[in-house]
């Protein structure tokens, strides 16, 4: 389970956990909204070790990794799309399969 517990953290003059509670169990799934500063990408920081809080705890069983992905993509001139899609390299080669079949005219790949 991950669990914050009193949580406190101020980013400059700007609270973002005032004594804040919450508990995950497994099996749950969550969904994290709000405006952009309200603290969203700073709780994953705290969760990943990156960022302590001011107060409280954060919590989550020690032999749990935390695995995340970077808000920013690096600067390529291709859509977030493709850069997505890139990584699936599969998919990239039976796309480069079919375009070299249809090429050809020979209806296989």
């Known amino acids: 389970m991950i669990r914050f517990d009193d949580l406190v953290l101020q980013r400059g003059t700007k609270v973002l956990f005032d004594h804040a509670t919450a508990t995950l169990n497994p099996g749950e799934r969550v969904g994290l909204v709000g405006v952009n500063g309200s603290g969203k990408s700073t709780l994953f920081s705290m969760l990943r070790g ?3 809080a001011d107060g409280g705890e954060v919590a989550f069983p020690p032999t749990w990794q935390v695995a995340h ?4 993509t690096p600067a390529v001139d ?6 997505t899609l890139d990584g699936d390299t599969r998919l990239r080669d039976i796309e480069r399969r079919l375009a070299a079949a249809e090429a050809a005219h020979d209806g296989h790949a």
Not at 69 to 72: G, L, S, Y
Not at 78 to 83: I, V
Request: proline residues 0%.
């Open 69 to 72: 992905v970077a808000q920013e």
């Open 78 to 83: 291709r859509s977030a799309l493709d850069y």
């Open 50 to 52: 990156e960022l302590h």
